[in-house]
């Protein structure tokens, strides 16, 4: 299917690892041209090197927006680029570890820092060329923890569900402006860091010495659902590739849950 993404500029924030550059490599594959973003001004852990993971340099902008002043930054260095966003693509966040015994305010600040304020000021950024454009997308990327939450990381569960809520604000918003807002809300997803992890904890979930042997058991005991799988990060990208399109332009006010059929509720 094509896509129609030819000539949109696409922004994805925290496109210089994991997830993010795998959805900003789908859309570049489809035709759009796409931006990307690191927090620090220099390359951190873990960054992709750009010329093996596209097979051509992409522009990336820096700028740390869990605050003002690094919000400021990317809207600086994309003015300097010539660039106006017609596809923006809320994916940076950060799990905030701890408890409701353990977890201080100062915590429940940061997780709301990471992962809706710093939306808040993307979208800020990317709406008024929009508006005169008459055209554009926002996808937000939540978890399934925002309407599943456990007791675990209470405040990175509360903000994500304050996510999805904006969702709904933010459409009603923009009525009448041809801008589309949706979430997308994968459930455990299958990095190199997850497959670390749980391949460390191997005898836990049953043994086994590769991750063929071991990802039903921990499919099973961490995210059951009927696929069997844990999800990967193409299957997130590619959702987000049929929202950004002009394909997709009736769907909004969403939030997509991609579990495999994990939660199983109707709504």
């Not at 796409?34 to 522009?59: A, K, N, S």
Request: charge should be negative.
């Amino acid at each position: 299917m094509n896509l129609d993404l030819e000539g949109k500029v696409a922004f994805v924030t925290g496109s210089n690892r994991g997830t993010g550059a795998e959805i900003a490599r789908a859309l570049a594959d489809e035709g759009a041209e796409v931006v990307l973003h690191g927090l620090g001004e220099e390359p951190g852990p873990g960054e992709i090197d750009l010329m093996t993971t596209f097979g051509r340099e992409l522009p990336i902008v820096r700028g740390d927006i869990r605050t003002d002043e690094g919000a400021d930054m990317v809207a600086s260095e994309l003015d300097a680029l010539g660039l106006e966003i017609d596809i923006l693509v809320n994916n940076f966040g950060t799990a905030i570890p701890g408890r409701w015994r353990t977890s201080s305010i100062a915590k429940w600040i940061e997780a709301f820092e990471a992962n809706l304020f710093s939306a808040v000021r993307m979208v800020r950024l990317a709406t008024r060329a929009m508006k005169e454009k008459g055209w554009g997308r926002i996808i937000q990327v939540g978890t399934i923890g925002s309407t599943s939450p456990n007791s675990r990381m209470p405040a990175y569960y509360t903000a994500k569900a304050a996510l999805a809520a904006s969702t709904i604000s933010l459409m009603k918003d923009l009525a009448g402006t041809g801008i589309t807002v949706n979430t997308v809300s994968p459930g455990l997803i299958l990095t190199p860091e997850v497959e670390k992890y749980y391949m460390s904890k191997a005898s836990h979930y049953g043994g086994g010495t590769t991750w063929e042997e071991i990802e039903q058991s921990v499919t099973d005991a961490e995210m059951p659902n009927p696929l069997g799988r844990i999800a990967r990060r193409d299957d997130i990208a590619s959702l987000i590739c049929f929202l950004a399109s002009p394909k997709a332009g009736f769907i909004n006010g969403q939030n997509i849950r991609v579990d495999g059929g994990a939660l199983g509720t109707v709504e």
